[in-house]
Each structure stands twice: as structure tokens, then as C-alpha cells.
């Protein structure tokens, strides 16, 4: 049995789920379950948000000890499924070490959805949003122009490689600008409110928050607490944008001062 | 109504490429997403808000079980999709837009009204992942191998 190989593998499958969006203990899982094939007496992980470790250890060999440091992470909950169905290969029996590592580097590789179809996905996100909570469809069609531009932005930030919580703001900010300006613009009877709802759909911080709770349930407290702490902040960087946008309009008007 | 619920499937749906969930999950995801929400709109004239989305995450997280054993995919996968028209983004703004009137009566109430929201989601998952559990792997050697020291 080559370890060291395996003992790459299961790193590289935790890196990947968890970057991904896979919760916490599922990571943990997948680790002990790929360390448990080589029959070693010492198996450990520890798992957060933010960081792996795991330890391999036997009477034969010495011991391995890994950290490895997670900063950027991700939504793609497809590279997820890919690595679940691989490892459970693997642990099945169906795959050999060495064609479960190969088939694992190429997760990376997989082609994800074109810049076209998220493009239209952010836009209809918003639209649909909008008519889910009772607009209407005047509503939704302004709301799909929003979601679009939100689309833009998404991509350039993502280009540049900027900060996340700084996108929710400029996205918060983007999307009340442009919802106000939209229903000054058009002289139809459109409500503001359900647009910016509609609209912030996307930017909600629905993945960290669930996560969260679940990682809470399971007894990962560590990484319960710093999602919920990451939803938090989400929630509150979309708060600005809007917020911000929503004070210098009612300021425009003459409105009540905070 | 029907318009609201055929909206949650399709918002879902594309909710679910934007999370790059594979092609052969797309559908499933949607569904969550739909039956979640009609559920939550079955119950709201019945109901208070807070249960209404109780029952709605309820019907999600027990679906999305359903499926990933069906599909078998990870639940995160339908979970993540299904639970999204129930996040309280909604009121969260609401909460937002009072906070930028300056009506702090409002805030509190729309604050408090999120935080409930979130803690019935959060009560609805609890009560699944309690009852049903996959099989795991147990841990046998806990310290360190003695004859390594």
C-alpha cells in the first residue's frame, strides 16, 4: 500500500470539498473514510473552515502529519458531488488508489457552466424572485435587467480577484441604485421594495447559513460559529449597499434624517 | 398562487447553476425548491409566518433526504437549493429600509421577524438530521501508536 499516495488523496478530496461548499463534517467524513482503507492504527482530522489537518500514524510506518491552509473558497456543489462519488468508489472497492487520485485531478478540470448561461441564470434568478414574492411581471422584467448587470459585476470582480464582502456591498449598492432609477425612469406604477428583494436574492448568504446550522448540529462548533459569523457579515455588506443607496435617495427627497 | 409556486421551481432551478450544480440534479434541486415553497403557502392563511416556514423547511430537508438517497449525491446538493426561497432575504430588507427611514420600531420588529425565521429553518433541519443518520464510520484508537513514541 502506497500511503503517502493515499494520504494525498484524502488531502486533496477535503481540499476540494471543502472549498467547494461541502459542510465541515462531511469533509471530516470523507478524510477518516479514505485514511480507514489503509487499516492504520491512528486516524485522525480535524477539519474547519479554514484549514485541514490530519494525521496518519501506524506501528509500520512513521508518522504523517498535514496542515494544510484554506483562504479562497466557493460555490461549485457539482466539484463536490464529484469527489462524494469518487471517494465512495474508491472505499467501495471499484477504483485502485492510483485511478482515484488520476480521476480526482481532473475534478478541477471539469467544465462548469458558461459565462452565457450564468449570465441569464443571475437575470432570471431575479426575475423569478421577484414574481415568488408577488410582484409583478413589470416587476420581473426590471428585476432579470438588474440580476444581468449583478452578473457583470460578478464576473469582473472575479476577474480581478477582489474581496467577496466588498462585491456584496458594490452588488447591495448596484441593485438599489439601479431599482430606483429604473422605477423613476419608467412611468409605470412599479414597486421599488419587491424589485431590491427580488434582486438581492442572489447575493443572500443562503449556502453559509445553512451550512451553518448543520455544522452546528453536528458538534462542529468551531466552523458552526465562523459560518454563522460569515453569513453575518454577508448579510450586513448587502445591508450597506442597499442601505446606503436607500439614504442618499430618501436624503434627495427631503425625507426624515437618521 | 400556482404562478408563486411555478416561480419557486424556476428561481430554484437557475438558483442551482449559479451554485454550478451538475446537469442531472438541476430538476430535483427545483423541486425542493417548489414544494418547499408551496407548502409554506398552504399553510401561511393556517398559520403564523414563523411556522409557515417551519413546515415549508420541514418538507424541503425531508425531500432533499429522499433524493440523495434516490440520487445518490450528497443532500447539501438539494438542501442548499431547496431552502433558498425560504432564507429570509425579504425581511432582512425590510429590516434595511427602515433602518435607512429612520423607523427604529420597524428595525426591531423586522430584525426579530429574521432571526425567528432563521431559528425555525434551523429547528426544522435539527429535527431530520436527528431522527435519520446515515451509517459512519466509528473511531477505534483514539492517542497516539505506543511503540512510535
Known amino acids: 500500500m502506497n500511503y503517502k499516495l493515499l494520504f494525498k488523496f484524502a488531502l486533496l478530496a477535503g481540499d476540494i470539498m471543502l472549498k467547494n461548499g461541502a459542510e465541515t463534517y462531511r469533509v471530516e467524513d470523507t478524510i477518516n473514510r479514505i485514511l480507514r482503507t489503509s487499516h492504520f492504527r491512528v486516524i485522525e482530522s480535524f477539519v474547519t473552515p479554514t484549514g485541514i489537518m490530519a494525521t496518519l500514524d501506524d506501528p509500520s510506518i512513521d508518522m504523517i502529519t498535514y496542515v494544510r ?6 460555490i461549485n456543489l457539482s466539484k463536490v458531488e464529484l469527489t462524494n462519488d469518487i471517494s465512495r468508489q474508491y ?5 485502485t488508489i492510483e485511478e482515484a487520485y488520476e480521476e480526482l485531478l481532473t475534478v478541477n478540470k471539469k467544465p462548469t457552466y458558461s459565462k452565457i448561461t450564468l449570465f441569464i441564470a443571475y437575470g432570471l434568478v431575479a426575475g423569478f424572485f421577484t414574481l415568488v414574492f ?26 480581478y480577484e477582489l474581496n467577496k464582502f466588498f462585491y456584496d456591498i458594490v452588488g447591495g449598492s448596484v441593485i438599489a441604485l ?5 422605477t423613476k425612469v419608467i412611468p409605470f406604477g412599479m414597486d421599488m421594495n419587491v424589485i431590491i428583494i427580488g434582486s438581492i436574492m442572489p447575493l443572500v448568504p443562503g449556502v453559509a447559513f445553512t451550512n451553518a446550522i448543520r455544522d ?23 445591508a450597506t449597499g442597499v442601505g446606503v443607496m436607500l439614504k442618499i435617495y430618501y436624503m434627495l427627497q427631503g425625507g426624515v434624517g437618521l | 398562487m400556482i404562478i408563486q409556486v411555478v416561480s419557486a421551481f424556476f428561481a430554484t432551478y437557475l438558483f442551482s447553476i449559479i451554485f454550478n450544480i451538475s446537469k442531472r440534479q438541476l430538476l430535483f434541486c427545483g423541486i425542493c425548491g417548489a414544494v418547499g415553497w408551496c407548502i409554506y403557502l398552504i399553510s401561511l392563511p393556517l ?12 418538507a424541503v430537508r425531508i425531500l432533499a433526504q429522499i433524493f440523495a ?18 432564507v ?27 432571526l425567528k425565521l432563521a431559528g425555525a429553518i434551523a429547528v426544522a433541519m435539527v429535527l431530520v438530521s436527528s431522527t435519520y443518520r446515515p451509517r459512519r464510520i466509528k473511531r477505534e484508537n483514539n492517542g497516539l501508536c505506543s511503540k512510535n513514541k
Open chain 1, 69 to 74: 491552509r484554506i483562504d479562497k473558497r466557493t
Open chain 1, 91 to 95: 472505499c467501495q472497492g471499484n477504483l
Open chain 1, 134 to 159: 408577488e410582484g409583478h411581471y413589470l416587476d420581473a422584467i426590471v428585476a432579470t435587467v438588474i440580476g444581468c448587470s449583478l452578473a457583470l459585476i460578478h464576473f469582473l470582480f472575479r476577474r
Open chain 1, 178 to 182: 439601479m431599482a430606483i432609477l429604473l
Open chain 1, 216 to 238: 452546528t448540529i453536528e458538534g462542529n462548533l468551531v466552523s458552526g460559529v465562523s459560518r454563522a459569523v460569515e453569513a453575518l457579515i454577508v448579510a450586513a455588506s448587502i
Open chain 2, 47 to 58: 398559520n403564523s409566518v414563523v411556522l409557515s416556514t417551519f413546515l415549508g423547511a420541514l
Open chain 2, 69 to 86: 438517497v434516490i440520487r445518490k449525491t450528497p443532500v447539501t446538493v438539494f438542501l442548499i437549493a431547496g431552502i433558498i426561497p425560504l
Open chain 2, 88 to 114: 429570509p432575504g425579504a425581511v432582512l430588507y425590510q429590516a434595511i429600509y427602515y433602518i435607512a427611514q429612520g423607523e427604529y420600531d420597524n428595525v426591531t420588529l423586522y430584525g426579530l421577524q429574521s
